[in-house]
């Protein structure tokens, strides 16, 4: 039996659409869009690296990591008041430090409301186990 689910809703919508443009800002290293959309006390977790806000657009600006591509397989939100956790599973293409890295990660974001805008104040990459 096929399951129906139901529409996303508009906030939903929302919080989706942020997160994947978040994808292309940093591919583009579009630090500029991306240091109004991170909250200054934002931490970033790269295969357990932890990163301040600073840390994480010096990264993307001199291309210690270079974001190509995000091949996003799910993806889905959940609201717990004015927060918003996106879960992701996505394959992501990149050159980290010199070297090519395509990658099947577990990413999941935090988001939170600040007057009419989200920002991001966490997002964590845990490498999925992909058999051969």
Known sequence: MTKILPAPSDLETEVIALSRQKWLWMAERDV???AELF?????????GATMTT???LKIIA?????????DIEDISVRFIDDVAIVASQLV??????GNVAN????????Y???GNDWVLAALAFTKRWMPD
């Open 32 to 34: 500029g869009a991306l």
């Open 39 to 47: 909250h200054a006390s934002a931490i970033f977790v790269h295969m």
């Open 54 to 56: 600073a840390k994480e």
């Open 62 to 70: 001199d291309g210690t990591i270079e974001y190509k591509q995000v």
């Open 92 to 97: 992501l293409h990149a050159i980290v430090a």
């Open 103 to 110: 990658n099947p990660f577990s990413v999941t974001e935090t």
């Open 112 to 114: 939170i409301k600040q």
